[in-house]
């Protein structure tokens, strides 16, 4: 069993980049990947509890990218190196976000909470704020009753506390990636709310980009859709992979390590079949050795 996207405190998961690994060796995951949003700083944690666990470790990170409907996350996974364009964006998009949050707290000051961001950073072992931590300190403050009504009531899009987010330019970050010896895969294809009818020819553009992957196996849609993206990336050249986008049971009860849609254990496949190969390819194109690892 494997899992190619998952989250730890450096952004917004609930569990350690350590505490993440010991979790998967706990559920016997050979292959795991870590994807923090907008932010890298988790990996050599990771990296070095994947080593004493004796799981093959994905460096990889999720970055937001401009895009007119839904939501659009890129994944780069097998990160090598962090090439300078790459850190470029990871700096402009936590900008992005430290604006972005000052901006819901100053929306939450003038309905008339009492609250700073500091606060809500002392609750947190991140740098990497985002919308889950307001909705856990809301719920903590009784302002909500849950999370989700968190998200539901007020920091969701059109609701009142919601502000935009800053968004990477996705040709940039499709070449920051592959420069830095990692495979740019969308996450979550149907998170950009276009039709069935339209996404053969979105998806086509996104192939000519130079997006390699669809993470065709996500919890958040059916499993049918999930066969249906699969067979879609067959069609059109993409590498397929699958992950549980897991940041643990208190975030989402539905989202188990090692599982994705329809409860199903993540095949093996997914990184022997799929990813490994691609990583193999992508060295070779871009001139990494590789077995060029810098996270020791």
């Keep these: ?29 050979k292959v795991l990947a870590l994807t923090d949003h907008d932010t890298i700083d ?6 070095k ?13 999720e970055l937001n990218i401009e895009w007119p409907t839904g939501e659009f996350h890129l994944l780069g996974l097998g990160l090598k190196k962090i090439s300078p364009d790459l850190q470029q964006i990871l ?22 909470y009492d609250v700073s961001l500091e606060e809500i ?36 899009k059109h609701c009142p506390w919601y502000v935009d987010r800053v968004g990477a330019d996705l040709n940039r970050a499709i070449e920051a990636i ?8 969308m996450a979550h294809p149907l998170s950009i709310y276009v039709s069935w009818g339209k996404i053969r020819g979105v998806m086509e553009d996104l192939k000519a980009r130079g997006i390699v992957g669809l993470e065709a196996y996500h919890p958040g849609a059916r499993t049918s859709e999930c066969q249906r993206l ?18 643990g049971e208190a975030v989402r009860t539905d989202r188990r390590i090692g599982h994705t849609c329809g409860g199903y254990k993540i095949d093996d496949r997914f990184y022997f079949e799929e990813l490994m190969p ?11 050795e590789d077995n060029y690892d810098f996270w020791n």
Excluded: W
């Design 121 to 156: 950073q002392a609750a947190n072992r991140t740098k990497c704020l985002g919308r889950p931590h307001f909705a856990a300190y809301m719920v903590e403050k009784k302002i909500v009753k849950t999370r989700q009504m968190a998200f539901d009531k007020y920091l969701g």
């Design 49 to 61: 509890a994947c080593d004493e666990a004796g799981i093959t470790f994905i460096p990889g990170t």
């Design 278 to 288: 691609a990583l193999k390819d992508s060295a070779e194109e871009y001139g990494i």
């Design 1 to 29: 069993m494997i899992d190619l996207h998952t989250h730890s405190t450096a952004s917004d998961g609930i569990y350690s980049p350590e505490d993440l690994v010991k979790k998967a060796k706990d559920h016997n995951i």
């Design 230 to 247: 699969e067979e879609l990336a067959r069609d059109l050249g993409f590498i397929v992979t699958a992950g549980s986008d897991y940041h």
């Design 91 to 112: 700096t402009e998009l936590q900008e992005g976000r430290d604006g972005r949050n000052r901006e819901i707290i100053q929306k939450m000051r003038d309905a008339g």
């Design 42 to 47: 988790g990996l050599k944690e990771a990296k």
């Design 178 to 185: 592959k420069c830095s010896g990692g495979i740019p895969v």
